[in-house]
């Protein structure tokens, strides 16, 4: 068994990678990245310099890295 985010990207290479091979995929929202957000798009150096202050609190219009723990777990 294959598991893939929901998301359109992740189940085009799931399918491209295992869809042939007799692979049961599964696509499970809980595996989307992280929603950072008015951060989306942002330079990676910007959003690299306050990753640390969005462990407990979300990003603006996102979520917190505790949330996505809790949304995998």
Do not use: W
Not at 19 to 25: A, M, T, V
Not at 49 to 69: D, H, M, R
């Amino acid at each position: 068994i294959v598991f893939s985010s929901d998301l359109k990207r992740a189940v085009k290479t799931a399918e491209i990678a295992f869809g042939s091979k007799n692979i049961q995929i599964i696509h499970d929202p809980r595996l989307r990245e992280c929603n950072i957000g008015e951060m989306t798009r942002k330079p990676v150096e910007e959003v690299g310099l306050v990753l640390l202050n969005y462990v407990k609190t979300p990003f603006p219009e996102g979520e917190s890295f505790e949330q996505i723990a809790e949304r995998v777990k």
